[in-house]
């Protein structure tokens, strides 16, 4: 009933940049919490940043200072800026959310947490 789907991720070298976008989209719904989170080949998902509703945010410390997570509720959108890249930032970001959503006539209600499939981000040395 609610999909979320990252985009913006590639190929770039050490010391670059990427935007990642998190699109929400499907029945009736509103985001609560959503986050970040990465996993690199061999290793397990790890967090890497939440933003609550009110703009409050958490960070990872290997990420503290070059990622920045925002959201644009208006577009049900969520956002990572990746500055300062490194080849171990390599891995495949996914965007995970606690929604509320609406699933029936009688908008009866449900909460349920979501991720999208994930999108590769590539640092090469």
């Known amino acids: 009933q609610v999909q979320l789907v990252e985009s913006g991720g590639g190929l770039v070298q050490a010391g670059g940049s990427l935007t990642l976008s998190c699109a929400a989209s499907g029945t009736p719904f509103s985001i609560n919490a959503m986050g970040w989170y990465r996993q690199a080949p061999g290793k397990q998902r790890e967090l890497v940043a939440t933003?609550?509703?009110?703009?409050?945010?958490n960070y990872a410390d290997s990420m503290k200072d070059r990622f920045t997570i925002s959201r644009d509720n208006a577009k049900n959108t969520g956002f990572l800026q990746m500055t300062s890249l490194k080849p171990e930032d390599t891995a495949v970001y996914y965007c995970n959310a606690d929604i509320t959503f609406y699933y029936n006539a009688a908008r009866s209600r449900r909460s349920g947490n979501f991720w999208g499939q994930g999108t590769q981000v590539t640092v090469s040395s």
């Open positions: 933003i609550t509703p009110n703009g409050s945010t």
